[in-house]
Nanobody
């Protein structure tokens, strides 16, 4: 598994971004996928997770109804569509893969992407 995250950037509050995370390995369909985020000085926090088939999704309360996680098995890619962004969403976003469904615990995920920075200004 080799994860490459992209799509971060700077937006104003109320704007949208779509993050992508491509798995260059050949085991994408075997794993559950998730997005976490981290602000310097704070713990990495769960954002969203998606099951292997793509139909099961879980979200942190703080992003529910604003963020949407999806996956495209043909492209070995998981996405995080982020709408109605607020300054509190500012963080480095990480994608991760794991074998346990469902877990918001970062220690249950085996592989991590390098992170992509999202900055939301007011």
């Amino acid at each position: 598994v080799q994860l490459q995250a992209s799509g971060g950037g700077s937006v104003q509050a109320g704007g949208s971004l779509r993050l992508s995370c491509e798995d260059s390995g050949r085991t994408f369909s075997r794993y559950y996928m998730a997005w976490f985020r981290q602000v310097p000085g704070k713990d990495r926090e769960f954002v969203a997770a998606i099951g292997r088939g793509g139909t099961d999704q879980r979200y942190a309360d703080s992003v529910k109804a604003r963020f949407t996680i999806s996956r495209d098995s043909a492209k070995n890619t998981v996405y995080l569509q982020m709408d109605s962004l607020i300054p509190a969403d500012t963080a480095i976003y990480y994608c991760a893969v794991g074998n346990i469904w469902y877990s918001p615990n970062m220690f249950d995920y085996n592989f991590w992407g390098q992170g992509t920075l999202v900055t939301v200004s007011s």
